[in-house]
């Protein structure tokens, strides 16, 4: 109980590792080319996800957040898999997958506000149930992108893409802790996009160019 204890906080630190508030931070310059020290959490949908951060800055630095927090989030399962002792490994690796998400969302650098945990989840997803995850989450992604190229909303693509997983997992026959997992991290997306809904339901979402 206590190694799993101990990987579920690791993988909750290595979540929160602020991707997109860095990025803007660091790099983001004002339109006469100076570094501004921007928070991205003043802009846009105020979250520090690749979407806001493609507002911000463009398609490349939003890909390479995109990137990062996928990374992050398969990082953190990676770990625990090779590292983590367990009598309940299954159990070990859902628990890692929940906190990483949840530390992406509820960032302990930024206040306990960060994003909407779509990248993080495929990240952790596609690492969480070898070799039937790595299907699933590329066929989800595909699912992302075809809703997109229809919608151009991204929120849409994203919730759509997630809820769709936890579906995939059970019809294969996924173990029980896994399936669970994804159900709940599609819950969360849709919580976390829950002002997105309403913005859909007025017609007022912005739709990606």
């Not at 990062?68 to 367990?86: E, P, R, T, Y």
């Not at 302990?108 to 506000?113: E, G, I, Q």
């Not at 992604?141 to 997109?148: L, P, Q, R, S």
């Not at 994804?182 to 997105?196: D, G, H, K, T």
Request: net charge positive; charged share 15%; aromatic share 12%.
């Amino acid at each position: 109980m206590r190694d799993m204890i101990l990987w579920v906080i690791i993988s909750y630190l290595i979540g929160s590792f602020p991707t997109g508030w860095l990025i803007t931070k660091l790099f983001h310059r004002d339109e006469n080319g100076k570094l501004d020290r921007l928070d991205i959490r003043t802009i846009g949908s105020h979250a520090t996800g690749a979407t806001n951060v493609r507002r911000a800055m463009g398609l490349g630095w939003a890909a390479l957040t995109a990137f990062i927090d996928m990374f992050k989030g398969a990082f953190a399962l990676l770990l625990a898999s090779g590292l983590g002792n367990s009598d309940n490994p299954q159990l070990l690796l859902a628990l890692c997958a929940l906190a990483s998400v949840i530390g992406h969302n509820y960032s302990v650098w930024l206040n306990f506000k960060a994003g909407k945990g779509v990248a993080t989840t495929y990240g952790t997803l596609f690492f969480l149930w070898p070799y039937e995850s790595f299907a699933i989450v590329l066929l989800c992604g595909a699912i992302w992108y075809a809703v997109m190229k229809t919608s151009r909303i991204v929120a849409l693509a994203s919730m759509i893409s997630i809820a769709a997983m936890p579906i995939f997992f059970g019809f294969l026959g996924a173990p029980k802790e896994f399936t669970i997992t994804a159900a709940v991290l599609a819950v969360l997306c849709v919580f976390q996009c829950r002002e997105n809904i309403k913005r859909m339901i007025n017609g007022t979402e912005n739709r990606l160019k």
